[in-house]
């Protein structure tokens, strides 16, 4: 059996000509190998599998003039010999730093530095994975990347650049390479199934470019999956919709003209298809928002290339969304997105995305109704600005008063809105804004509905049972967390002389604020427990009686001489001091 080959290392390209979709570096490198501008450190940063380590390789090749002879990617040229190959190997290193990046790894490559090469012109050092050497691999290479000898250059390759550390990144040319376009990875496909005899559908290559999220590598591996997957060597797009678990376009297609159709049951019999085929909901919902983002790009024909599907989709697309409104598609997306962002957090993941999908059907009926209301609205509006009232008459037009009329000086339109808009206008003053908060406060009160009340003889608030279910509330509020409400709660109640008022003693503006929240719910309580709606509870402010110091024993003394001079002869004839 003969040793298969991976298509991405079968067609690794040994060429820049060759290199897919990285134009702007493959040009840079090679104007500044033909005007021998070339720097001694570059840095190649970008996404995996777009050709950093490739283009190294070449660059490699090119500044040593080893690339005279070499297979071109379709073509049949001579391959290298041995020797060369060998040259090649003496003059190119390559060390992974993710698997050697310790000190020591550093230092034997600055070791090998030293001795310059003893064919070809330059010494290349590829390290792959930069960013992955230790800070202190990073300090001893310094000095060597700043002041490298004339014959070495240095290659780093990274996937993540934010961890290079800048001195370093100081030190390189950087060049940032892209991820690969869609049609470039399709172009490329086609041109390798078309070498190695395979049949490829369009609709299949586009699917796995997509899949390989910019990465050609990525879109090789998957395409050696999909020949392997097909006993007969063709790539349909179906069997790579079942190899990769993709769900089918045609799904999104159907709920889409279902829910435009407010056929309700059928989406919900479509839905439970796809979760039987194994389909995640999440994955569902965040397709079928993709769907309808890409109905919404087809509505204009100048954004119709940002999508990247085959031509055959595409009209799909398009035939669509000339039948689906422009409202729908924004309300839709909304939905979709709400459904994505909890769905993790919903315990009936299912049942969430079914509401999503049971919103979406009647979108429709929701935008006919807002059409007839508004409607309604316009045709009330001009009915009255044709019948006017008496007082909104306003004289001729034309500025000359009725024959008879006595002239009055009418303000104009302008003025008019003016005067209405100050009427209605009305900036609070700061002082009110505390009344406001308590009248809002006793309003939420009396939201307690009369009801409760009507088959209940009110009784005489008993002062015991009162201080009973106040300290039961007390209590809730304490064992919610709330210490401070509970604070203010616990302390000695009693009744005013009308027999239904609480006076409360509060010390502070907090603790008034305190009450004002808690308030609606502790007079609902002392309410309904107590069978007694007239109960109130007014609030006192009181200072806080400042605390007596205590007086020195000298200043007790003298506060006793001032009031017993007699005293003072005691003191002074016995020789007493009352500090001691």
């Not at 090679?30 to 840095?43: G, H, P, R, S, T």
């Not at 049949?199 to 699917?207: G, K, M, P, S, T």
Request: proline residues 4%; glycine residues 4%; aromatic residues 8%.
């Amino acid at each position: 059996m003969e040793n298969f080959v991976v298509s991405a290392r079968k067609y690794r390209p040994t060429g820049f000509e060759e290199v897919v979709g990285q134009e702007h570096i493959t040009t840079t490198l090679q104007n500044a190998i033909d005007k021998k501008q070339l720097a001694q450190a570059l840095l190649f940063c970008g996404p995996r599998g777009v050709g950093k380590t490739t283009c190294a390789r070449i660059l490699a090749r090119k500044i040593n003039g080893f690339d005279h002879q070499h297979a071109d990617l379709f073509g049949n040229s001579t391959p290298r010999s041995a020797m060369q190959e060998q040259v090649t190997a003496l003059n190119i290193y390559e060390l992974d730093a993710a698997s050697n990046n310790s000190v020591d790894d550093i230092r034997n490559l600055i070791d090998q530095v030293r001795y310059p090469p003893q064919q070809g012109s330059f010494k290349v050092y590829i390290i792959d994975e930069v960013h992955m050497l230790s800070n202190q691999a990073f300090n001893a290479f310094l000095k060597t990347l700043e002041e490298p000898p004339p014959y070495a250059i240095f290659i780093l390759a990274t996937t993540e650049k934010h961890k290079v550390i800048p001195t370093i990144l100081s030190r390189c040319q950087i060049f940032d390479f892209n991820r690969i376009q869609i049609s470039d990875i399709v172009y490329h496909l086609h041109k390798i199934a078309q070498q190695e005899n395979i049949e490829a559908e369009e609709e299949a290559l586009n699917l796995i470019a997509q899949k390989a999220d910019g990465a050609l590598r990525d879109a090789l591996s998957i395409f050696d999956l999909i020949v392997t997957f097909s006993s007969n060597r063709k790539v349909t797009y179906q069997t790579t919709i079942a190899n990769l678990h993709i769900l089918d376009y045609d799904y999104y297609f159907k709920i889409t003209d279902l829910l435009l159709a407010q056929n309700m049951p059928q989406v919900m019999l479509v839905f439970d298809e796809i979760l039987k085929k194994g389909f995640d909901g999440h994955n569902f919902i965040v397709g079928l928002a993709e769907h309808f983002r890409n109905l919404m790009v087809c509505k204009d024909q100048a954004t119709v290339k940002l999508l990247q599907v085959s031509e055959a989709i595409q009209s799909k697309y398009i035939r669509q969304a000339e039948q689906t409104p422009l409202s729908f598609l924004l309300t839709a997306l909304n939905l979709a997105g709400q459904c994505d962002l909890h769905y993790k957090s919903s315990k009936n993941q299912r049942l969430h995305v079914e509401l999503a999908l049971m919103k979406m059907a009647y979108i429709q009926a929701a935008v006919r109704l807002a059409q007839i209301q508004t409607g309604q609205e316009s045709q009330a509006e001009s009915k009255k600005k044709t019948d006017p009232s008496p007082e909104d008459a306003v004289p001729s037009t034309n500025g000359v008063a009725p024959k008879g009329a006595i002239p009055v000086n009418m303000p104009s339109a302008s003025s008019l809105q003016l005067n209405k808009l100050k009427s209605t206008v009305r900036i609070p003053d700061l002082n009110t804004v505390k009344f406001k908060r308590e009248e809002t406060s006793q309003k939420a009160v009396n939201v307690i509905e009369a009801d409760e009340f009507t088959d209940i003889k009110e009784r005489a608030v008993d002062l015991n049972q009162l201080r009973e279910e106040w300290a039961k509330f007390a209590e809730q509020r304490k064992m919610m967390g709330k210490e401070s409400e509970f604070m203010v709660l616990n302390q000695e109640i009693t009744l005013a002389e009308d027999g239904v008022t609480v006076p409360l003693k509060l010390t502070n503006v907090l603790q008034e604020d305190l009450l004002t929240g808690m308030r609606p719910e502790l007079l609902q309580h002392l309410r309904r427990t107590l069978h007694n709606h007239r109960i109130n509870i007014e609030a006192k402010m009181v200072r806080e009686e400042k605390q007596k110091r205590l007086y020195t024993p000298t200043e007790k003394l003298n506060y006793l001489i001032e009031k017993y001079p007699a005293l003072q002869e005691l003191k002074d004839r016995f020789g007493l001091d009352p500090d001691f």
